[in-house]
């Protein structure tokens, strides 16, 4: 059984959602019925978003207008999709039902001029909920038997609105006992990425990306032999297209490397994805819905052959640098300024140290006024902003001599902020300013990829 998710691009119009029935319709001739994972309509998250803050400010024509948009967006799609009246009808009459419900939300919040986690959470659901109500239709009208479920009776999370989690136990059984006996008669199963439900039925969403996320949820729990996250890109590359146009297609990533690779900014999956699918040695196929004849990169356990697979870069962080006197021959220290961040609920991507210094990088700054008034109990801090990590993924790194002399060759003529190597034996990470990061991507892969090609 497949799992196949479908990401914004893919479902964005209403020539995409045809597209997308075409790979649909194949893949069940060949391997089964499958499970399918829709994120929202291109764009529509960002407008729920945009409508939510504007009710917020209690601006709530601005947030109306929004909602008038995404209407008129899904009725297009509706009307150019279907020609039977009938079906025409009950479709625009489930589409006017969310969006009311919607339009309570929004007034509702509005009124109080307060948007919380949870509000917004209830808000960004819609998206998924419209696009996967239009193509379970457009599924029937094609004479596929399907059936459409609601993702928040079966993934059940925690109440971490915002970023929730898995309740492993509680959704694999909901999971299994609401789909597996649809694919069993034969029904291809269209429900939802990104959102979920709390045990009393709360509605929560696992996070911006989460759709990738959702599937491989779905792919453990129903044991699946294959999750596809379907994109508009051929798979995972050795760079970013967009920075370097002659990057080339991985047709095979380890879930280590691919991990680090959307981790440090490589934007085809959601980090989150990979977990779930390694722990139960899934292969995640990356594919393009624009071209579905392309083989796309596989990420599974065994490919860890390659010795360089790919440059990414994440922007827009922030680099800490911390000193002390107190940590000269002493023990403690690091752990009284981790606790700070651990305190502030976040994340340290990079780290490197001395005798009487740390520096760190963060990318979540909701919290950094706080940390720093903190850490300036312990010690000195210097900060600098809009930063990038520029991370090279491979493998074995620690076996192979030339790999640092090559990298820090191509980057002769970039300042380098801070460098982090050694802790992992894939990656080789450093810190620029963000006007460099395209330039050190675009020269290291000439070095380094030019040099494997070579050999």
């Given at each position: 059984?497949?799992?196949?998710?479908?990401?914004?691009t893919s479902?964005?119009?209403?020539e995409?959602?045809t597209?997308?029935l075409?790979?649909?319709?194949?893949?069940?001739?060949?391997?089964?019925?499958?499970?399918?994972?829709?994120s929202a309509?291109?764009?529509v998250?960002?407008m729920?978003?945009?409508?939510a803050?504007a009710?917020?400010e209690?601006?709530?024509?601005?947030?109306?207008d929004i909602?008038d948009?995404i209407?008129?967006?899904?009725?297009?799609?509706?009307?150019?999709?279907?020609?039977?009246?009938?079906v025409?009808?009950e479709?625009?009459?489930?589409?006017?039902?969310?969006?009311?419900k919607?339009?309570?939300?929004l007034r509702?919040v509005?009124?109080?001029?307060?948007l919380?986690?949870?509000?917004l959470?209830?808000?960004?659901c819609f998206?998924?909920?419209?696009?996967?109500l239009?193509?379970?239709?457009?599924?029937?009208?094609?004479?596929?038997?399907?059936?459409?479920?609601?993702?928040?009776?079966f993934?059940v999370?925690?109440n971490?609105?915002?970023?929730?989690?898995p309740l492993?136990e509680t959704?694999?059984?909901?999971?299994?006992?609401?789909?597996?006996?649809?694919?069993?008669?034969?029904?291809v199963?269209?429900?939802?990425?990104f959102?979920?439900?709390?045990?009393?039925?709360?509605t929560?969403?696992?996070?911006?990306?989460?759709?990738?996320?959702?599937a491989?949820?779905?792919?453990?729990?129903?044991?699946?032999?294959e999750?596809?996250?379907?994109?508009?890109?051929?798979?995972m590359?050795?760079?970013?297209?967009?920075?370097?146009?002659e990057?080339?297609?991985?047709?095979?990533?380890?879930?280590?490397?691919?991990?680090e690779l959307?981790?440090?900014g490589?934007?085809?999956?959601h980090?989150l994805t990979?977990?779930?699918?390694?722990?139960?040695n899934i292969?995640?196929?990356?594919?393009?819905?624009?071209?579905?004849?392309?083989?796309?990169?596989?990420?599974?356990?065994?490919?860890d052959?390659?010795?360089?697979y790919?440059?990414?870069?994440?922007k827009?962080?922030s680099a800490l640098?911390?000193n002390?006197?107190?940590?000269?021959?002493?023990?403690?220290?690091?752990?009284?300024?981790f606790?700070?961040f651990?305190?502030?609920?976040?994340?340290?991507d990079l780290?490197?140290?001395?005798?009487?210094?740390?520096?760190?990088?963060?990318d979540?700054?909701?919290?950094?006024e706080?940390i720093?008034e903190?850490?300036?109990e312990l010690?000195?801090?210097r900060v600098?902003?809009?930063?990038a990590?520029?991370?090279?993924?491979?493998?074995h790194?620690?076996a192979q001599?030339?790999?640092?002399?090559?990298?820090?060759?191509?980057?002769?003529?970039?300042?380098i902020?801070?460098i982090?190597?050694?802790?992992?034996?894939?990656?080789?990470?450093?810190?620029v300013?963000?006007?460099?990061?395209?330039?050190?991507?675009k020269?290291?892969?000439?070095?380094?990829f030019?040099t494997?090609s070579a050999?």
């Open positions: 059984m497949i799992v196949m998710k479908f990401g914004g479902v964005g119009s209403a995409r959602l597209s997308v075409e790979i649909v319709k194949a893949t069940k001739e060949k391997d089964g019925a499958p499970i399918v994972v829709l309509m291109s764009g998250t960002d729920l978003i945009n409508a803050n009710a917020k209690r601006d709530l024509d601005a947030a109306l909602l948009k209407h008129e967006k899904h009725k297009d799609c509706i009307y150019t999709l279907f020609q039977q009246a009938s025409v009808d479709l625009v009459e489930q589409l006017e039902s969310h969006l009311n919607l339009d309570i939300i509702g509005s009124y109080l001029g307060e919380t986690k949870r509000s959470d209830a808000i960004s998206g998924e909920l419209l696009s996967s239009i193509f379970a239709a457009l599924l029937e009208k094609e004479g596929v038997e399907s059936s459409w479920v609601d993702a928040r009776t993934l999370t925690d971490v609105f915002g970023k929730a989690s492993w959704t694999t059984a909901k999971a299994q006992g609401t789909i597996l006996p649809e694919l069993a008669d034969e029904r199963v269209v429900t939802q990425g959102i979920g439900s709390t045990a009393s039925g709360i929560t969403t696992l996070g911006r990306g989460g759709s990738d996320y959702s491989a949820i779905l792919g453990v729990a129903c044991e699946a032999d999750i596809q996250i379907w994109t508009d890109v051929d798979g590359m050795t760079a970013d297209p967009r920075i370097v146009p990057a080339q297609v991985l047709q095979t990533v380890s879930f280590k490397a691919a991990s959307a981790y440090f490589a934007k085809v999956l980090p990979i977990k779930p699918a390694v722990e139960k292969p995640v196929r990356i594919l393009n819905t624009l071209r579905p004849e392309s083989k796309g990169t596989v990420i599974e356990e065994a490919s052959e390659q010795p360089l790919a440059i990414a870069s994440k827009n962080i640098f911390f002390s006197l107190n940590m000269l021959m002493s023990h403690g220290f690091l752990a009284k300024v606790s700070v651990d305190k502030y609920r976040t994340p340290i780290i490197a140290t001395s005798e009487v210094s740390v520096s760190v990088t963060i979540n700054k909701d919290n950094i706080s720093l903190s850490l300036h010690c000195d801090v600098q902003h809009d930063v990590i520029v991370t090279v993924v491979g493998t790194f620690r001599s030339g790999i640092a002399g090559q990298v820090f060759a191509a980057l002769k003529d970039i300042n902020v801070m982090s190597g050694g802790a992992s034996d894939i990656t080789l990470s450093f810190v300013a963000n006007q460099d990061a395209d330039k050190a991507v020269q290291l892969h000439n070095a380094l030019a494997a050999k």
